[in-house]
């Protein structure tokens, strides 16, 4: 290689400057850099991007064109396989290879693929974990096993001593020039990847601000203004509790060692947050976990993590499927809880459980169904993430018990919404209704015509055939939740 052949960055779900420690790599080698997008869209590695993330994948990265832009890098597109990455970096005269590691199956075989090839043709390859807090592999019973149970898994990760701070965002680049030989980039826009006809991302474009900038300054306003009191509230949609920090989480745009060592700080400034503090960053643990089990499951996404649940009596029911997806099933948590995804691309995480719960225990309808309509209108679809909590609810993933547990989306709304702030919020047809009646509007004269529908299904009618499902596996009821 010629010493100024450049250092390739392939990137994937990395999409920052900052603790991004593949490109701070390349740039330390002194060679110019490549920083390279390779548009696949699932032909050779995981699955096809959703709606919702292909629209957050399109501002996520002219974000980051403009960032590289200001240090004196550059941002390349291919739309192209991600096979193909050694013909490219062949035709870029690349001396080196950089990238951060995946997790998934597909993602891996066709990394280890890549790495091959790549070696085969003499060109150095270079990964890094920047993605997790740590390896998924480091993590491991006392046989040296995965593990199967959060509480355990997650006392076992911080056992395992600190983490190393994030590193600095590299402030200069040299961008190599692209070769005439290379294949042609694309523009941003060649993509094809925001809704046209209809435009439908209206509600994204008003909640959100995709790119390392809206991470960080979304960031700095949950520690400003959110963390204190979240172990409290964290369950409360009507509420500003979380950080909304899973979409910039999912594309890499903030890394998780960053969120931990700066949630440290606050902690250290505010010893009285400690509480908030440990709850918080339980929920960074969960996606440890979530990719801790995917590593080792790599059919997470489409297979019961217990066997047993391969013959649980699943009904094929399109009408109330169709009701879920639209927040029409009658039960406002439920509702809200769909519209506010729809909308938003986003939704709380209590309700979450409780419209999961909803769709695989009150309709008996395969979790599958409801992982697949999140994977398409969550800005966060995450591939561990989405899949986990979905079996989780499900009662048929890690950690599951105990499974036979049905929420009761009256009481859940009652409880976690309790002025129904969250229900008027997105379903305006109850915006007026008395807080008394606002989660059972079916015992309120005159409110089922105000065009909102009656339940769909009876809850006590919807529990009971549950139960006798579950009872198929060996369960038995237990008190509402």
Not at 35 to 54: E, K, Q
Not at 117 to 135: D, K, M, T, Y
């Amino acid at each position: 290689m010629a010493s100024k052949s450049p250092a390739l960055v392939w990137l994937r779900d990395d999409l920052r400057l900052a603790d991004q420690p593949a490109l701070s790599a390349a740039a330390a080698s002194g060679r110019p850099v490549l920083c390279l997008y390779l548009f696949d869209n699932g032909d050779s590695a995981g699955r096809a991007l959703g709606g919702a993330s292909r629209w957050w994948l399109h501002h996520s990265l002219a974000a980051l064109a403009g960032a590289l832009e200001k240090i004196g890098g550059r941002l390349d597109i291919l739309h192209a396989a991600h096979r193909d990455l050694p013909a490219i970096a062949a035709s870029l005269d690349a001396a080196e290879v950089y990238w951060t590691r995946r997790y998934g199956g597909p993602e891996i075989a066709c990394d280890k693929a890549v790495k091959a090839a790549l070696l085969g043709a003499g060109i150095p390859v270079h990964s890094f974990n920047g993605q997790l807090l740590r390896e998924p592999w480091e993590v491991t019973t006392k046989s040296g096993g995965p593990m199967k149970v959060y509480t355990p898994f997650w006392r076992a990760h911080r056992a395992l001593g600190p983490i190393a701070p994030p590193l600095p965002a590299p402030t200069a680049l040299k961008a190599a020039p692209w070769p005439s030989m290379a294949p042609t980039r694309c523009a941003l826009g060649d993509l094809g990847l925001l809704p046209t006809a209809p435009d439908w991302a209206g509600g994204l474009r008003e909640c959100w601000t995709p790119g390392e900038d809206g991470a960080r300054a979304r960031l700095a306003s949950f520690l400003g203004s959110g963390l204190r009191g979240y172990a409290d509230e964290r369950n409360r949609p009507d509420k500003p509790s979380t950080s909304r920090l899973s979409p910039h989480l999912r594309f890499g745009e903030i890394s998780a060692r960053t969120i931990l060592h700066a949630v440290a700080h606050r902690e250290a400034a505010a010893s009285a947050i400690a509480d908030d503090a440990a709850k918080f960053l339980a929920e960074i643990g969960w996606r440890e976990f979530a990719y801790h089990l995917l590593f080792h499951n790599p059919d997470l996404a489409t297979r019961n993590y217990q066997p047993r649940f391969d013959a649980f009596p699943w009904r094929t029911d399109a009408k109330a499927l169709r009701a879920w997806t639209i927040g029409r099933t009658g039960y406002p948590i439920v509702d809200a809880g769909m519209r506010e995804l729809w909308r938003t691309g986003f939704m709380h995480n209590r309700v979450r459980m409780i419209v999961g719960s909803f769709l695989v225990k009150h309709l008996l309808i395969d979790w599958r169904a409801g992982e697949q309509w999140f994977w398409d209108t969550l800005c966060d679809a995450d591939p561990a993430n989405n899949s986990a909590s979905w079996q989780w609810v499900a009662g048929c993933g890690a950690d599951a018990a105990p499974y036979f547990r049905v929420f009761n989306p009256v009481l859940q709304g009652e409880k976690f919404d309790p002025a129904g702030d969250y229900v008027r919020r997105f379903v305006p047809e109850l915006a007026h209704a008395p807080a008394k009646f606002i989660h059972k509007p079916w015992e309120a004269p005159g409110l089922l015509a105000r065009d909102y529908p009656a339940p769909i299904v009876p809850h006590g009618d919807a529990r009971e055939r549950a139960l006798r499902a579950f009872k198929t596996l060996g369960g038995a009821g237990e008190p509402e939740a």
